[in-house]
């Protein structure tokens, strides 16, 4: 499998704004629904934001709705994760996840290696 690659973390005051990258060098991408996770110090991993293949449906999870959108440019093979009004509760390390649009993960999804974002109160 494919492993994508993240970027566009960092550090950010609470209610400002990062957009994610993830990017997919393989042209199957164009097919593969794509999905944001993340996993904070202490904590098990936790679905944020998921997205079907063409972009038409997008799920998200109830703690980041109207604040975080996930989209996607098959022509570049990006997948990207925009957040507003960022909290503190925010920080943690995000994961693009190639293959799934829901918290249901199995041996058909790949991972990338995460990015950090740190929201600062």
């Known amino acids: 499998q494919v492993q994508p690659v993240e970027s566009g973390g960092g550090l950010v005051q609470a209610g400002g704004s990062l957009r994610l990258s993830c990017a997919a060098s393989?042209?199957?991408?164009?097919?593969?629904?794509m999905a944001w996770f993340r996993q904070a110090l202490g904590k098990e991993r936790e679905f944020v934001a998921g997205?079907?293949?063409?972009?038409?449906?997008?799920v998200y999870a109830d703690s980041v709705k109207g604040r975080i959108t996930i989209s996607r440019d098959n022509a570049k093979n990006t997948v990207y994760l925009l957040m507003n009004n960022l909290k503190p509760e925010d920080t943690a390390v995000y994961y693009c996840?190639?293959?799934?649009?829901?918290?249901?993960?199995?041996?058909?999804?790949?991972w990338g290696q995460g990015t950090q974002v740190t929201v600062s109160s």
């Open positions: 996840a190639r293959g799934t649009m829901s918290p249901r993960t199995g041996e058909h999804v790949s």
């Open positions: 393989e042209s199957t991408f164009v097919t593969m629904p």
């Open positions: 997205i079907s293949w063409n972009g038409g449906s997008a």
